[in-house]
């Protein structure tokens, strides 16, 4: 009760109610489909996706990542997690955040996305925190994320597939070097994106 007088809960797409998503709004989530984005000379299998990224939920994403709202994306990955169809003999890992940004915020929001969807493993570690890559070609940006992470030396000979958990993509950079580097690492592994939203720009849909 005190909670909600000092913290007071809206719906985070459109202002009403007093939960963090409103009956309706939850339910226009979850009677969406996946999509599926692929690319050709990638390390990804293929992207999975729930939402572009629009208006509409760039305010949701704001609210739970700016204004640090864990239950977001634990909404989200229940929404994920009800509709994908996860393969036998795989693993579930997520995109790291630096050290020093995870401790301003409290918490990895594609790790709270990843529990949600199944038991999760930490493969990748950042070492490097972020840098501008405007300026650079796609190929260029790729090349420059691999090397903000490493990938960990794990017993990983019965695992055929893994997901890879990423809040957002917009550029793909961040998730193509994370999934490069665990192809080089075990080139045997099938690797898969996971994300909530993703630039619609370029893309190619298909329903999941």
Known sequence: MIKSLLFPTACAICDKGSRTLCSDCYEALKNRNLKISKSENSSLKYLIYFVDYDLMYKKLIHK????????????????????????SNSIITYVPLHWMRYCKRGFNQSKLIAERIGKTISLIRRVKNNSSFTMLSASERIAKSCELFEVRNKDLSNVYTCYIIDDVVTTRATLEACSSLVKQKYPHIEVIGISFAKTPKHSEFMVV
């Open 64 to 87: 739970g990542k700016y204004c640090l709202n864990k239950e977001v994306w634990r909404i989200i990955g229940h929404l994920i997690s009800d509709k994908l169809d996860i393969k």
